[in-house]
Each structure stands twice: as C-alpha cells, then as structure tokens.
C-alpha cells in the first residue's frame, strides 16, 4: 500500500484563488471608499464598533484563504476524506458569516440592482428556502458518484467550492442581516433564526452519523488513495462524520448562543424588529 506525506509546505498557491481573494479584499476596501460603509454605521446589532467590522470581514478571508490553499487543500484533495470534510465545514459555515459579519450596517446602495434581480435574490435569502437550498447543496455534494468525481475532474471540483461559498453565503444572510437604513427588510425574527440553525443542523447531523457508523469507505478515490498518517479508508471516514455532525453542530450551537446574546443584549431594539418581520 502506497504511504503518502503531507508536510506544511505542500500550499498549492492556485492563482484564481489567490486573485479571488485580493478581488474581495478590494472590493470591501472600495466599499469604505465610496461610503456603503461608514463609521456612523448602525452596527449595534453584533459587534462593537464600526470599525470592528473589517478584523470579521479580514478573518472571513483569512479562512477562505486557508481552506483552499493551505496544505489542507493538498490533503484532502489526494488523500483523506476527513480533510476535505473540515475544509467544506471552512468554506459553508465559518468564511461566510464572518465575511456577512464584516459588513453589518452596510447600508442599501445607490443604484439598485433591476427589480427582477431583487426579486429572486428576495427568494434566494429567504429564510425558509436558504435553508432548503443549504441543505440540498451539502447532501448531493455527498453522492458517492457526484463526490468521486469532483476529486477527479477539476471543473466540477471549482463548481462544488463555489456552490458551498455561495449557499453559505444564502444561509448565513437572513440569520445576520447585515444591511440597515431605509430601505432594509428584516427577515426573520429570533426565533425564526433559531428555527434555522436548528433544522439546517439536521441533515449534517444524519449524514455525519451514517460516516461514522458505515462499516466500509463510500468513496472509491478515497478507498483508493495513498495512505496519510497510517489511516484506513474507514477510520478516515469515521473521522469525517464526526467532524461533520461534531463540530458542525458546534457551530450551530454557537449561532443560537449569539442570536440570545444579541436579544438579551438589547430586547427592546430585537422586539421592534419582531414586530416588522415578515410573516
């Protein structure tokens, strides 16, 4: 059996991604510039100061950064499943609220996007079906044949990333909301947030559950690729699940615990934003 190494040099430096990042980082930078986001922002909602923002928009990046080219890129693209699990975990579930938190109070921009766009991305964020949306996209990811060939065929490996970035990004929107001002549309009340986090913990928690119990590797690459620390294919499997419903779940349960913090923080400011909810 073929032993594989992976070392703390193995970065694969991909330029697309390296340019995506520099393209964001500009981009918010562009942002402060031309004033969608200010110092007088109402940012009371979650963090401390207006300033604050760019340290979570900064550390967003910073884990986008590391996911896709750090050595966990290089390992779980060749040799374990369980890297690749805590890699997806990075790009749906900690890049994207830290990115949304980055810009809280971010107010509505001049020119508006045409009506249909509004419209479908209203869809898109809406509570209930960003969460259906989240979901679906993490369980056919995980199709056998679907997930072998993303490790095999480039194009759709680019396509898989994207989908967990941009549903993350559908996701965590409502449960933030970051945007304020005249215009803005509060999506969904606390509870509601917390009906979220809590149902989107569901498939996650089964899938992960199935990983760790299976008595054989699902995946054919995996089963087939070079060995990494000594780890069978079911063992790293097992790993996998619970990295999946573990620390998943924990990032769940520290969402809920934030969305109380922000109630208890301020009830009166929440209360008001309950009664304007839509229903």
Known sequence: MEVAHLSLGDWSWEPTVVLGIAAAAAAYAIAWRRGVLRDDDDVRAWVGAPRTRCWFFGAGLLVGFIALLSPLDTG????????????????????????????????????????????????????????????????????????????????????????????????????????????????????????????????????????TVAPRAFYDFYARAPRLWGMTPVIDQQIAGVVMFGAGNLIYFAAVVAVFWRVFGDPARDEEEAQHAPV
């Not at 480039?154 to 215009?183: K, N, Q, T, Y």
């Open 76 to 211: 779980g693209d060749l040799y374990l499943f369980s890297l690749h699990m805590v890699q997806h975990l990075l790009l749906m579930m900690v890049a994207p609220p830290l990115c949304i938190l980055g810009l809280v109070g971010m107010r509505p921009l001049r020119r508006s996007p045409p009506g249909r766009l509004r419209r479908l991305w209203a869809l898109l964020v809406n509570p209930w079906s960003a969460t259906v949306i989240f979901g679906a996209v993490l369980l056919v990811w995980h199709v056998p044949a679907l997930y072998d060939a993303t490790l095999t065929t480039e194009p759709i490996h680019v396509f898989e990333h994207l989908s967990f970035l941009a549903v993350g990004v559908l996701f965590w929107w409502p449960i933030i909301d970051p945007m304020r001002g005249r215009d803005r549309r509060n999506w969904v009340g606390t509870f509601a947030k917390i009906a979220m986090l809590v149902s989107s913990g569901v498939p996650p928690t089964v899938l992960g559950l199935l990983f």
